[in-house]
């Protein structure tokens, strides 16, 4: 079954302690993204990812890294999380997004809510 | 960047048909047209893509016309499943925009 799968669903951390987010997807996909989204403001890209070793920033990527050191996997970090990255993030994957059957699969979510 | 605008929010019956319209500004040759559906605390779900003219697929149909400076998502005879919010893309950089939230009532 196609799938992307982040973990973890839920999470409730404090103010400057580093954590990770991780998403995983099964379908062979080149490129991968992570957004976040909060009440009113719809889906904001945080990070994208053409391949491997291969990331950029998107509209929002202030307090955020990644990595993308094999094709399945694209961690999302917080090296020192704010109350302001209280959200809803989602991962992404999808063949590259330029032509026909470029359909994007998402994550299940992470809530994350910092204290 | 490509951007999209969109109504904020729709209202519609039970057993109606529903049209919501997207502009494409900006959109370069070689993309595509996409629409998502998302319900609350889910991922988005894809719906339907195209590049021009119409496609139809099992839930919903799709109009570009010849300049593709817009297009719009119709959703045959609703129903309250249907409660969502639904969003456009220019597909070449998986910008999502702030979409459209769609009420059906009863």
């Known amino acids: 079954e196609a799938q992307v799968t982040q973990n973890p669903r839920y999470l409730i951390t404090v103010t400057g302690k580093k954590l990770t987010v991780t998403c995983s997807q099964n379908?062979?996909?080149?490129?991968m993204s992570w957004y976040r989204q909060d009440p009113g403001l719809g889906l904001r890209q945080i990070y994208y990812?053409?391949?491997?070793?291969?990331?950029d920033k998107g509209d929002v990527p202030e307090g955020y890294k990644v990595s993308r050191k094999e094709k399945r996997n694209f961690p999302l970090i917080l090296e020192s999380p704010s109350p302001n990255q209280t959200s809803l993030y989602f991962c992404?994957?999808?063949?590259?997004?330029?032509?026909?059957?470029?359909?994007?699969?998402f994550g299940q979510g992470t809530r994350l809510t910092v204290v | 960047l490509a951007k999209t605008t969109q109504p904020i929010s729709m209202d519609s019956y039970e057993g109606q048909e529903v049209n919501i319209t997207c502009s494409h500004n900006?959109?370069?040759?070689?993309?595509?047209i996409t629409w998502y559906q998302q319900f609350p605390s889910q991922g988005p779900r894809f719906i339907i893509q195209?590049?021009?003219t119409k496609v139809t697929n099992e839930v919903a149909s799709l109009f570009i016309p010849a300049d593709r400076k817009s297009s719009t998502l119709s959703l045959p005879r609703v129903s309250l499943s249907d409660t969502a919010v639904y969003y456009c893309?220019?597909?070449?950089?998986?910008?999502f925009g702030a979409g459209t939230r769609l009420t059906v009532k009863p």
């Open positions: 195209g590049y021009k």
């Open positions: 992404a994957s999808s063949p590259p997004p330029r032509g026909p059957n470029t359909e994007a699969f």
């Open positions: 379908m062979n996909h080149e490129y």
């Open positions: 893309l220019n597909n070449n950089d998986m910008r």
């Open positions: 900006n959109i370069a040759t070689n993309d595509y």
């Open positions: 990812s053409m391949n491997v070793e291969v990331t």
